[in-house]
């Protein structure tokens, strides 16, 4: 996991990982270093809702130079592992299994609760899941968009596009020449906060080799932003904006 190879150096990497150019010691930015980064940027939020087991979120902050820092990820570890390898397989973890019986308002106020006096520029939810369809009660029907949206959390659908697309445009994010020296001009512009270790071992671990692939949400998330484009807003345009597109 993270922790292992962090620490320790050892190696845990799926040799079919999706995301080979993915390098702890380079990607991976101490939560404390990566806010000082982003005090002059663009936040976004990223949803991918689910029936049984819990959405899984994120939180990308788009720095001028069209960087990305992902900066805050749920479920986190203090709800456990959202996968883990177990006989050479990766299972659900803890954090995937747990049985919160949460409906769209308990989201929104655990969203109000983790941002506090945020200014999120636009938030974005799984285009399929976002509008399937289920019962609302009294014979009615709604879905996740619109009920988010009628809860004054506003949500838009990323592009519903295949995965290897999407995949592909995290790759360009990590993308850089491995044989020259970092610097301003050959640096990756994707870094991850320490605390979000769940879609750090997605990043590490993810073969694609399957639809239920428990560590595909973490990715999810990633590839529905990454199509989407990210943009880094300029603070004066920002103002003139921030109660149009995803505000409370």
């Not at 990607?27 to 990566?34: M, Y």
């Not at 006096?117 to 289920?134: N, Q, S, T, V, W």
């Not at 906060?193 to 990043?203: H, Q, V």
């Not at 073969?207 to 999810?220: A, M, N, Q, T």
């Amino acid at each position: 996991n993270y922790s292992l190879t962090a620490l320790y150096g050892v190696p845990t990497r799926n040799a079919s990982t999706k995301f080979p150019k993915f390098q702890s010691h380079i990607n991976v930015i101490k939560h404390e270093e990566l806010l000082k980064r982003i005090t002059k940027a663009t936040k976004y939020m990223v949803i991918d809702p689910a029936g049984s087991k819990p959405w899984f979120m994120c939180w990308i902050a788009v720095d001028p130079s069209d960087t990305w820092y992902v900066y805050r990820e749920w479920p986190d570890v203090s709800h456990g592992d959202w996968a883990m390898e177990r006989g050479g397989k990766w299972v659900p973890g803890e954090a995937c299994k747990q049985k919160l019986g949460y409906g769209v308002k308990d989201y929104v106020e655990l969203i109000k609760t983790l941002e506090e006096d945020e200014e999120i520029f636009e938030r974005l939810i799984d285009p399929r899941m976002g509008a399937a369809k289920y019962s609302s009660g009294q014979g009615g029907q709604s879905d996740y968009i619109s009920d988010l949206n009628r809860e004054e959390l506003l949500v838009i659908p990323a592009p519903g596009i295949e995965e290897e697309p999407g995949i592909q445009a995290i790759q360009d994010k990590l993308s850089y020449n491995m044989n020259k020296l970092i610097d301003g001009n050959n640096r990756p512009h994707f870094y991850i906060s320490d605390r979000c270790e769940n879609i750090i071992l997605a990043l590490q671990e993810y073969d694609g080799s399957s639809r239920e692939h428990p560590l595909k949400d973490p990715i999810d998330v990633l590839r529905y932003a990454a199509v989407h484009r990210l943009d880094y807003i300029d603070e004066s345009f920002l103002v003139s904006v921030k109660n149009r597109k995803g505000g409370y």
